[in-house]
């Protein structure tokens, strides 16, 4: 069974300074995708960035970019010149390619806040 | 249109009623998920449809009982829950993942149905 483990339960930045958040998971499968997700306070869950196992280029969003280790099975965010807005609950998520759907696997989360 | 909408926004119901929460998507997906979340914490699946057809269910009450009218709707109808069951409800959608280089496998979520059981 796949695991996501998110160590850093809270985290604080102060405004324009850069953050990351970290990521470990555990698979025995070869391919697969990683997600970070974005669930402001009250608000809708929505995608940050994405992450095909089969790249080893890392995947960039604007300000926010990941860190992906493959043999280490890392898969950190950062956020540069990070925003007010950018406080929210981010979850590390992991899916497998089988034959039809697979579900997502969530880390616990990591409660981010930016401070003015 | 890539939203996911969810109907209602709140409901609170007693532990005898039976209501039923829904979801819409017009993105063409053939997926879609019932998450469970808890304050704080990360949500959990509850199920999953694949071409209107159930494809997993998490071992989750029978109190819950989802349907798939059409690929566009997704119901979870809910009849003698408990307090325990008090919780945001996110419906998600997805196009199937037939293949790597998919140009979206991702899951879009709705904003979620806040339920209170009293």
């Known amino acids: 069974a796949q695991t996501v483990t998110q160590s850093q339960p809270e985290m604080s930045v102060q405004e324009a300074e850069t953050v990351t958040l970290s990521c470990t998971y555990d698979?025995?499968?070869?391919?697969?995708?990683l997600f970070w997700y974005k669930q402001p306070p009250s608000r809708q869950m929505i995608l940050v960035i994405r992450?095909?196992?089969?790249?080893?280029q890392n995947a960039t969003e604007n300000r926010f970019s990941v860190n992906f280790q493959k043999a280490a099975k890392s898969f950190s965010l950062k956020i540069s010149d990070s925003q007010l807005g950018d406080t929210a609950m981010y979850f590390c998520?992991?899916?497998?390619?089988?034959?039809?759907?697979?579900?997502?696997?969530f880390g616990k989360g990591t409660r981010l806040s930016v401070i003015a | 249109d890539t939203e996911v909408t969810q109907t209602p926004k709140h409901l609170v119901m007693g532990m005898t009623n039976k209501k039923s929460l829904k979801c819409e998507q017009h993105?063409?997906?053939?997926?879609m998920y019932w998450y469970k979340q808890k304050a704080k914490k990360p949500p959990e699946l509850m199920f999953v449809?694949?071409?209107?057809?159930?494809?997993i269910n998490e071992s989750v009450p029978s109190r819950f009982s989802p349907e798939c009218p059409n690929s566009s709707l997704l119901n979870l109808h809910l009849h003698a829950l408990q307090p325990e069951d008090s919780a945001l409800y996110l419906c998600?959608?997805?196009?199937?993942?037939?293949?790597?280089?998919?140009?979206?496998?991702?899951?879009?979520f709705g904003p979620g149905t806040r339920l209170t059981v009293l």
């Open positions: 998600a959608s997805s196009q199937e993942a037939v293949s790597w280089g998919a140009p979206s496998n991702e899951q879009f």
């Open positions: 698979t025995s499968e070869n391919n697969y995708y």
């Open positions: 992450q095909e196992a089969y790249k080893q």
């Open positions: 998520a992991f899916m497998t390619l089988l034959s039809g759907n697979t579900p997502l696997v």
């Open positions: 993105m063409g997906h053939r997926a």
């Open positions: 449809y694949s071409y209107e057809k159930l494809s």
